[in-house]
């Protein structure tokens, strides 16, 4: 079992930033596959942003490129997404999630997510 504990998340206005992190305990991080999803009110769940085992790949939805970076941290067992240049589309509870296997499209672990908050 991994457990995915997020932070970070706030409210900020248009043109700011936030970095979330998401601090994963129950087993070694550096076996998972990690990244960002977001669910804005009365959406669905969108992916945001995944990095492979060793942070030498990233993902990331259109969206957000060029404004978001993933990283993480594998001696502290952390990964964070570096939010800039946040627009108000971006307001949504962002969640971490963890997977042994790279882009399947499914995500075994889920945290309980964090709200970012962006005003205009």
């Known amino acids: 079992q991994v457990q995915l504990v997020e932070s970070g998340g706030g409210s900020v206005q248009a043109g700011g930033s936030l970095r979330l992190s998401c601090a994963a305990s129950?087993?070694?991080?550096?076996?998972?596959?990690m990244g960002w999803f977001r669910q804005a009110p009365g959406k669905e769940r969108d992916f945001v942003a995944a990095?492979?085992?060793?942070?030498?790949?990233?993902d990331y939805t259109d969206f957000v490129k060029g404004r978001f970076t993933i990283s993480r941290d594998n001696v502290k067992n952390t990964v964070y997404l570096q939010m800039n240049s946040l627009k108000p589309e971006d307001t949504a509870v962002y969640y971490c999630?963890?997977?042994?296997?790279?882009?399947?499209?499914?995500?075994?672990?889920w945290g309980q997510g964090t709200q970012v908050t962006v005003s205009s």
């Open positions: 990095i492979n085992w060793s942070g030498g790949t990233k």
């Open positions: 999630v963890a997977d042994q296997r790279w882009r399947i499209g499914v995500w075994e672990y």
């Open positions: 129950g087993h070694t991080m550096s076996s998972y596959v």
